[in-house]
């Protein structure tokens, strides 16, 4: 079982929906001329603290941990903290990270990973996850994967590589499948003509 199966896909859902959710708010706080990416990406944030916050008081699987000074959650064991890493839709994720300083220092923490192979783990100080969120204050969000630091710079604290990452997958509606119809022999009409008796009257009409 990979470290992702471990996240519920009912936990999955709620992550994704919470961050859309922030997203949303975020590009209706933009203002043109005032605002900029620091400013979009510090909404982002705070909206997705309070939502996911939200969403744990009801979703099974997710818990909060705490909201200050650093955010994190947990999941089935898993420590979460989050973050954005981007802003488009094709960025590669294994060159993608956090800009905030500390951010991997601050995943220290007592609790591991359960079951996450050790010797994946370079750093000693990155034990968690980070959901790693992109998205942009025009097509607001894109996606998130679930992405697990194997290194950091020593200078800035800033997270420098991943040892695992994948998608945040939320759940689809089932589509409604339905039998497949049954063919209908074509059908040959044939039509029967029937002299028709004309009459004609004294000036010649019809």
Request: glycine share 6%; aromatic share 8%; hydrophobic share 40%.
């Amino acid at each position: 079982m990979s470290l992702i199966d471990k996240v519920s896909p009912v936990v999955q859902t709620a992550i994704w929906d919470a961050l859309r959710r922030a997203y949303e708010l975020a590009c209706e706080n933009f203002k043109f001329g005032n605002s900029n990416a620091t400013t979009f990406g510090t909404d982002v944030y705070n909206f997705a603290v309070a939502h996911l916050a939200r969403e744990s008081k009801h979703i099974p699987g997710l818990d909060l941990v705490r909201t200050t000074p650093t955010f994190r959650m947990q999941s089935n064991g898993i420590l979460l903290a989050c973050h954005k890493v981007g802003s488009t839709g094709n960025l590669d994720i294994w060159s993608s990270f956090p800009n905030n300083s500390g951010a991997a220092a601050r995943l220290i923490e007592q609790q591991r990973i359960p079951n996450f192979p050790s010797e994946l783990l370079q750093a000693k100080d990155d034990e968690g996850a980070v959901i790693a969120h992109f998205g942009n204050h025009i097509t607001g969000f894109i996606g998130a994967y679930l992405c697990v630091p194997s290194d950091q710079s020593r200078k800035s604290g800033r997270i420098t590589e991943w040892c695992y990452a994948a998608p945040i997958t939320p759940m689809r509606t089932n589509v409604a499948k339905f039998p497949p119809e049954e063919r209908i022999e074509d059908v040959q009409i044939q039509r029967k003509y029937k002299d028709a008796l004309v009459k004609e009257t004294d000036d010649g009409a019809v």
